[in-house]
């Protein structure tokens, strides 16, 4: 059974930095995206990014690219996600996904069968 257990969040001002982390067990994950969303108060959950496990093959919404950047750790089975210069629009309970890596990003987003509880990241202004 697929775990996912995130850890980094935490109040930061507009213009700092965070790193969230997401530690990953149950698989060897070989074949699968690892990914970040985020869900603000009154939206819809959204994707930020996410990364092949086999490659580092990255993908990033357009609100985040420039900003952010996702790795991961192979030997450490967790996935990362720095976000810098963050913005009080970035305030939102951010989850970790993974999935089975056979579709498409567009596609891959919509279907993700396993989920971490999500760490909240608040950017004061």
């Known amino acids: 059974q697929v775990q996912l257990v995130e850890s980094g969040g935490k109040l930061v001002q507009a213009g700092g930095s965070l790193r969230l982390s997401c530690a990953a067990s149950?698989?060897?994950?070989?074949?699968?995206?690892l990914g970040w969303f985020r869900q603000a108060p009154g939206k819809e959950r959204e994707f930020v990014a996410a990364i092949s496990w086999s490659i580092p093959l990255a993908y990033y919404a357009d609100s985040v690219k420039g900003r952010f950047t996702i790795s991961r750790d192979t030997a450490k089975n967790t996935v990362y996600l720095q976000m810098n210069s963050l913005k009080p629009e970035d305030t939102a309970v951010y989850s970790c996904a993974a999935d089975t890596s056979n579709a498409r990003i567009t596609d891959w987003q919509k279907n993700i069968r396993y989920w971490g509880q999500g760490t909240q990241v608040t950017v004061s202004s």
């Open positions: 149950g698989s060897t994950f070989s074949g699968y995206r």
